[in-house]
């Protein structure tokens, strides 16, 4: 916009007016203090979305290693050309696994107690491609076979178990008799730490043949569970697998499956990043008040400039430049101070644990989580140089409004 190129002189006057100190009429102090407090507003925003960013990641990585990313149901499934199904779903672009599972509620019990639980039956392969094999912290996949069973460290808590311990397992009767219920003992062959409660407390595994047999399922499964490179991005999957799977199916991903959670978290994030975002349009308001104060006390000069030909145009772009390169080396500096923060989150962790002796430990992670995602951060930084420049505007529109004798009248 032709109103909008700036001259050299008018860059000049406005650093110049940047720096002249109070006594001078300048904003020098004001100045400084806006840039600061932009700074830290862009620098916490930044930080703190990153950190958040990274527990959610943390959060939902662990859920969907123990939950499948989109489940397959339909009578397709338990036709004669099932396992062609299965092969066919595994070639689709972007899908890692496509595994039958078999599901079902149960009471545990032990010795010491009792607890109700969810069973879940699959393949140790699937397991092993789904990373539960990294998550077991006694035991192993290995012996994951006929009779034996992984559980959740808060199942093996509640009910006093250790590996190799047996644990009673009771289901109703399934489809012969479902009055009737079925007990079996089975051995602990691995014990999982999800640090996720709902699933540690309720979770348990064993091979799917053996919980096909168990639960009275047959030789059926309930669905076939899928596992893609991107979860985050299931919906886009949804369409191919749902092409490759067939109409007779129905289609379940992760985020309606688990849309209070997945819904809770977005909640979260958009509320944190609106409340940050206004920290920082607060603390552009500084720069409001020093480019008013700029403006009163530089009248004289408005008024001189008008009289020596300046255009209103010129008024407004000279004060708006001195607002401007407040609010964006304020914004520059919080980029590269948050950018600096995330990358060394954890040996600044370990600093300030170091020096105040206080853990950051939470949830089972021994340092905070952060994940700096560029198109968010550029998106801050946008939104902080906007919100700064947006304020900077109004006051420099009502110095161009100065007329020459108006200005000069009292002088």
Wanted: some cysteine; overall charge positive; glycine content about 10%.
């Amino acid at each position: 916009m032709p109103g909008f190129l700036f001259k050299g002189w008018e860059f000049d006057l406005a650093v110049r007016y940047l720096r002249t100190k109070r006594k001078n009429g300048g904003i020098a102090v004001i100045a400084i203090l806006s840039y600061v407090g932009v700074a830290l507003s862009v620098t916490a925003l930044i930080a703190v979305m990153s950190v958040m960013n990274g527990f959610q990641g943390e959060i939902m990585g662990r859920f969907l290693t123990f939950n499948s990313h989109a489940d397959i149901t339909g009578p397709a499934i338990n036709d004669s050309k099932r396992n062609s199904l299965l092969a066919h779903l595994r070639t689709v672009p972007g899908v890692v696994d496509a595994s039958p599972y078999v599901e079902s509620s149960a009471l545990a019990e032990s010795p010491f107690s009792s607890v109700p639980v969810f069973i879940r039956g699959g393949e140790t392969k699937s397991l092993r491609r789904a990373g539960i094999g990294r998550d077991l912290i006694v035991g192993s996949l290995d012996d994951y076979t006929k009779d034996t069973v992984l559980i959740g460290e808060g199942v093996s808590d509640n009910l006093g178990l250790r590996m190799g311990d047996q644990i009673v397992l009771t289901v109703p009767g399934g489809q012969s008799d479902a009055l009737a219920a079925v007990r079996r003992p089975y051995l602990v062959a691995g014990i999982f730490r999800s640090k996720v409660a709902k699933i540690d407390q309720t979770y348990i595994y064993m091979p799917l043949s053996e919980a096909q047999g168990f639960l009275g399922k047959g030789n059926r499964w309930d669905m076939i569970e899928i596992r893609v490179r991107n979860p985050y991005h299931i919906e886009r999957f949804v369409p191919r697998l749902k092409e490759a799977a067939g109409q007779s199916t129905k289609i379940e991903d992760w985020k309606h499956r688990d849309s209070v959670v997945w819904g809770a978290l977005k909640f979260e994030a958009t509320a944190m990043r609106a409340i940050l975002f206004f920290v920082t349009v607060i603390a552009a308001m500084n720069i409001v008040s020093g480019i008013v104060m700029l403006v009163k006390n530089k009248t004289r000069d408005i008024a001189i400039l008008r009289t020596i030909g300046a255009s209103s145009n010129s008024i407004t772009r000279i004060f708006f430049l001195a607002g401007a390169l407040v609010g964006g080396a304020g914004t520059l500096t919080g980029l590269v101070a948050g950018a600096t923060i995330v990358t060394f989150i954890y040996p600044l962790q370990r600093g300030l644990e170091t020096l105040f002796h206080f853990s950051f430990a939470m949830g089972g992670m021994a340092y905070l989580p952060a994940s700096l995602h560029v198109g968010e951060t550029l998106a801050v930084v946008f939104g902080a140089f906007v919100a700064t420049s947006l304020c900077t505007l109004i006051p420099a529109l009502a110095a161009a409004r100065l007329e020459p004798v108006d200005a000069l009248r009292y002088e």
